[in-house]
């Protein structure tokens, strides 16, 4: 089974590299929409001994959120500040692909010495989550579009996700609910002031929101 | 069951806010409903019994302080909001600084964002589940972005977009750090110990060292950002200038305090865990480092509502300070929280009354307030003092507490930085309140107000009684609460 979760790790690193290295947004969101859809498989993979109805539940309702409804929230983002690309990052798109290869080292090198619990059975999992929660750091400060902030948030919300899966984390449903709920909300709620920003602005552009400062 | 209402009554009103089409009967809700929340709040005084639902929902004495804290400035919030809304409906406002027009928000989103806000401020004091604090503290961010762009102009979308990007990271690393605490957690011999604190300070030994400082460290990151400690408080000048004065007062009384509230929960597990001195340094540096920062841009300071923004966050850094330290520290600590709050949301609306009237945030474009706004005037000075640490107030005292509580803990290099940024922010606020209380005479664009309504200045001068009074005496009942509260969560 960890030989399986290794490959979609790889796959996961994958979708990082892709979204790290592309400058349409309809790709980076659909890169970020594999994330999930990764996700998904690696919750399927992690409880395949026991696959209850709660897991089946709860890993169905994220995914439809995370996959589909908030991509396709993003995507009329897009649409409504006519935008379709990123089109100066603070971090050229080659340049983000390398800094992007040199944290899934570090990361590996920092997850090595990690004291684990006994009964977890991840691979490689723990370094790509941490990979991905990174590189959505990485997309927050380097980019300039609000809706690339937004997937470099989301990104870092799936990689948080793929740590607590890496680790077989059982949290309670209520809370675990809570979380998406609050990550559904919190993109709707970005979504809308987005729209109000292109209206006042003609623009998306985060790093021109700058008058207020001391 | 009272804890329930106590979440339900303003959740409920929030959503039926939405809805309601009658502007007064809106305002009313709102004002009713924090009437409501605040007697429910006092029963829990005389209720202490009553108070613990299950492990996931109680109300102990550190819940207590600060959810009445909010519950009190909520009230004064919603009948000042409800005057300022009855100001500003029905008519394109013009913006104060640039003099262009713009619209405001639906009153009814505003005032449903409103009571949501005061619901999960009351969730996150309520919550002894680690999971469900992270939960309630997200919601708070979510449902105060709305507030902050009142006035929807360029200025108060910029603060919002930072507010909410800067607060959902930040938050996003608690997030992690719940996971690294779940992770400690499970190397129990008898299985995963549950995120509540009851579960985790009863099995505290069990804990993974190393994993747990992690989380402390990331959860000190995340909610730290949504408290203001420097370096994390870039969004907080911004949302606190921009957004509507009553809110400004709810973020920086009410929000700050909760999202402490979240820190001081990971340090009582960790202080059962034996390693209360860790979390204890990194509090006294962050604490140190926020009154520099604090102290350094409130000197240069020309915006008012900024400067109490940067105030609160010299306010925040004490605070973490006075945890850090412990003892009878860590007692000032808890009485400097309810001291800041009632000051704070004080000035905030005193400084909205000002901006109503002078129609600028420009610490030098106002002076002479004892002629035209003379009871504004009166509360701006008096608060202004006691924001600073002057006696009577009551933030003399818990001041004093804190000092003394380094001083016998024997940090002096710790007392003297404390006192020196105490003395640089008195120098800078005290400059700017007799500049603009006394000062030359107004312009003459400024005519002296005949009449000042009775919802703009009750609510700020009822807090500044408050504070007055912590000054004079604390209750017996409230220092058992405040020392209870500052040793169940752990202060060395």
């Given at each position: 089974m960890v030989a399986w979760i290794d490959f979609v790790a790889v796959l996961l690193v994958l979708a990082n590299l892709w979204l790290l290295g592309t400058s349409r947004l309809a790709v980076c969101i659909k890169a970020v929409a594999v994330q999930a859809v990764l996700l998904a498989v690696i919750g399927v993979l992690m409880n395949a001994g026991a696959l209850g109805v709660r897991i089946v539940l709860v890993l169905a309702i994220s995914t439809l959120v995370k996959a589909w409804l908030l991509p396709w929230l993003l995507r009329r983002a897009a649409r409504e500040a006519s935008v379709q690309r990123e089109v100066e990052?603070?971090?050229?798109f080659t340049w983000s692909m390398m800094i992007g290869a040199a944290l899934l080292g570090v990361c590996f090198v920092i997850a090595r010495p990690l004291h684990l619990?006994?009964?977890?059975?991840a691979g490689i999992l723990i370094p790509v989550a941490m990979f991905t929660i990174v590189t959505g750091l990485f997309m927050i400060v380097s980019r300039k579009n609000a809706i690339t902030q937004v997937l470099g948030y989301l990104s870092m919300e799936n990689g948080i996700y793929a740590f607590g899966a890496a680790f077989a984390l059982r949290e309670p449903l209520l809370v675990e609910m809570g979380v998406l709920l609050d990550v559904f909300v919190g993109v709707f709620v970005m979504g809308i002031a987005i729209y109000h920003i292109s209206r006042e602005f003609d623009h998306i552009d985060t790093d021109r929101l700058s008058v207020l400062r001391d | 069951m009272l804890v329930w209402t106590l979440i339900l009554v303003p959740t409920l009103a929030g959503l039926a806010a939405l809805f309601i089409r009658h502007n007064g009967l809106r305002r009313a809700l709102l004002v009713a409903t924090a009437a409501i929340h605040l007697v429910l709040t006092a029963t829990c005084w005389s209720r202490p019994?009553?108070?613990?639902?299950n492990d996931w929902l109680a109300i102990d004495e550190a819940s207590l302080l600060f959810l009445t804290t909010t519950s009190v400035l909520f009230l004064a919030a919603a009948i000042y909001g409800a005057g300022f809304l009855r100001r500003e409906a029905g008519h394109q406002a013009v913006d104060f600084e640039e003099g262009f027009l713009f619209d405001n928000l639906r009153e009814a989103t505003f005032t449903g964002c409103m009571l949501l806000f005061l619901a999960t401020m009351t969730l996150v004091t309520a919550s002894a589940h680690l999971g469900l604090v992270w939960v309630a503290m997200e919601a708070t961010t979510l449902v105060s972005a709305p507030l902050i762009t009142f006035h929807r102009h360029h200025r108060s979308l910029e603060a919002t977009w930072k507010y909410l990007l800067i607060c959902s990271v930040g938050i996003g690393l608690a997030l992690m750090g719940n996971f690294c605490l779940a992770v400690a957690a499970s190397f129990g011999s008898s299985g995963p110990v549950h995120l509540t604190i009851k579960a985790l300070t009863a099995h505290a030994?069990?804990?993974d060292p190393v994993w747990l400082k992690t989380a402390f460290i990331m959860a000190l990151v995340g909610y730290g950002t949504k408290m203001g400690l420097a370096p994390l408080h870039t969004w907080l000048p911004d949302a606190h200038s921009e957004a509507p004065s009553m809110i400004s007062a709810l973020l920086s009384g009410a929000l700050l305090n909760c999202a402490f509230l979240a820190i001081l929960r990971m340090m009582a597990v960790l202080a059962a865990a034996g390693m209360g001195p860790f979390a204890a340094d990194l509090m006294v540096l962050f604490g140190l480092l926020s009154m520099g920062v604090a102290a350094v841009f409130l000197i240069a300071q020309v915006d008012f509502k900024r400067l109490l923004a940067y105030s609160s966050v010299e306010h925040m850094g004490i605070l973490s300070l006075g945890i850090g330290l412990g003892g009878m520290a860590g007692f000032g600590a808890m009485l400097h929280a309810l001291n800041h709050s009632l000051t704070k949301a004080m000035l905030f609306l005193a400084a909205g009354n000002v901006l109503a009237v002078y129609?600028?945030?420009?610490i030098d474009k106002v002076c002479g307030m004892v002629k035209t706004v003379p009871v504004t005037a009166g509360l701006w000075l008096a608060g202004l003092l006691a924001i600073t640490g002057?006696?009577?107030?009551g933030l003399f005292v818990s001041e004093l507490a804190i000092l003394r509580g380094a001083l016998y803990s024997g940090h002096p290099v710790v007392a003297t930085l404390y006192l020196i940024f105490l003395s640089t922010v008195f120098v800078a606020l005290a400059r700017t309140a007799l500049r603009m209380t006394y000062g030359p005479a107004p312009q003459m664009t400024v005519q002296p107000v005949a009449h000042e309504p009775g919802w703009s200045v009750w609510p700020p001068a009822l807090l500044g009684v408050a504070t007055l009074a912590l000054g004079l005496y604390v209750p017996d009942g409230l220092q058992d609460v405040l020392r209870q509260a500052a040793r169940a969560l752990g202060a060395p």
């Amino acid at each position: 089974m960890v030989a399986w979760i290794d490959f979609v790790a790889v796959l996961l690193v994958l979708a990082n590299l892709w979204l790290l290295g592309t400058s349409r947004l309809a790709v980076c969101i659909k890169a970020v929409a594999v994330q999930a859809v990764l996700l998904a498989v690696i919750g399927v993979l992690m409880n395949a001994g026991a696959l209850g109805v709660r897991i089946v539940l709860v890993l169905a309702i994220s995914t439809l959120v995370k996959a589909w409804l908030l991509p396709w929230l993003l995507r009329r983002a897009a649409r409504e500040a006519s935008v379709q690309r990123e089109v100066e990052p603070l971090v050229g798109f080659t340049w983000s692909m390398m800094i992007g290869a040199a944290l899934l080292g570090v990361c590996f090198v920092i997850a090595r010495p990690l004291h684990l619990p006994r009964q977890v059975q991840a691979g490689i999992l723990i370094p790509v989550a941490m990979f991905t929660i990174v590189t959505g750091l990485f997309m927050i400060v380097s980019r300039k579009n609000a809706i690339t902030q937004v997937l470099g948030y989301l990104s870092m919300e799936n990689g948080i996700y793929a740590f607590g899966a890496a680790f077989a984390l059982r949290e309670p449903l209520l809370v675990e609910m809570g979380v998406l709920l609050d990550v559904f909300v919190g993109v709707f709620v970005m979504g809308i002031a987005i729209y109000h920003i292109s209206r006042e602005f003609d623009h998306i552009d985060t790093d021109r929101l700058s008058v207020l400062r001391d | 069951m009272l804890v329930w209402t106590l979440i339900l009554v303003p959740t409920l009103a929030g959503l039926a806010a939405l809805f309601i089409r009658h502007n007064g009967l809106r305002r009313a809700l709102l004002v009713a409903t924090a009437a409501i929340h605040l007697v429910l709040t006092a029963t829990c005084w005389s209720r202490p019994g009553a108070l613990v639902v299950n492990d996931w929902l109680a109300i102990d004495e550190a819940s207590l302080l600060f959810l009445t804290t909010t519950s009190v400035l909520f009230l004064a919030a919603a009948i000042y909001g409800a005057g300022f809304l009855r100001r500003e409906a029905g008519h394109q406002a013009v913006d104060f600084e640039e003099g262009f027009l713009f619209d405001n928000l639906r009153e009814a989103t505003f005032t449903g964002c409103m009571l949501l806000f005061l619901a999960t401020m009351t969730l996150v004091t309520a919550s002894a589940h680690l999971g469900l604090v992270w939960v309630a503290m997200e919601a708070t961010t979510l449902v105060s972005a709305p507030l902050i762009t009142f006035h929807r102009h360029h200025r108060s979308l910029e603060a919002t977009w930072k507010y909410l990007l800067i607060c959902s990271v930040g938050i996003g690393l608690a997030l992690m750090g719940n996971f690294c605490l779940a992770v400690a957690a499970s190397f129990g011999s008898s299985g995963p110990v549950h995120l509540t604190i009851k579960a985790l300070t009863a099995h505290a030994a069990e804990l993974d060292p190393v994993w747990l400082k992690t989380a402390f460290i990331m959860a000190l990151v995340g909610y730290g950002t949504k408290m203001g400690l420097a370096p994390l408080h870039t969004w907080l000048p911004d949302a606190h200038s921009e957004a509507p004065s009553m809110i400004s007062a709810l973020l920086s009384g009410a929000l700050l305090n909760c999202a402490f509230l979240a820190i001081l929960r990971m340090m009582a597990v960790l202080a059962a865990a034996g390693m209360g001195p860790f979390a204890a340094d990194l509090m006294v540096l962050f604490g140190l480092l926020s009154m520099g920062v604090a102290a350094v841009f409130l000197i240069a300071q020309v915006d008012f509502k900024r400067l109490l923004a940067y105030s609160s966050v010299e306010h925040m850094g004490i605070l973490s300070l006075g945890i850090g330290l412990g003892g009878m520290a860590g007692f000032g600590a808890m009485l400097h929280a309810l001291n800041h709050s009632l000051t704070k949301a004080m000035l905030f609306l005193a400084a909205g009354n000002v901006l109503a009237v002078y129609k600028t945030k420009q610490i030098d474009k106002v002076c002479g307030m004892v002629k035209t706004v003379p009871v504004t005037a009166g509360l701006w000075l008096a608060g202004l003092l006691a924001i600073t640490g002057s006696p009577p107030f009551g933030l003399f005292v818990s001041e004093l507490a804190i000092l003394r509580g380094a001083l016998y803990s024997g940090h002096p290099v710790v007392a003297t930085l404390y006192l020196i940024f105490l003395s640089t922010v008195f120098v800078a606020l005290a400059r700017t309140a007799l500049r603009m209380t006394y000062g030359p005479a107004p312009q003459m664009t400024v005519q002296p107000v005949a009449h000042e309504p009775g919802w703009s200045v009750w609510p700020p001068a009822l807090l500044g009684v408050a504070t007055l009074a912590l000054g004079l005496y604390v209750p017996d009942g409230l220092q058992d609460v405040l020392r209870q509260a500052a040793r169940a969560l752990g202060a060395p």
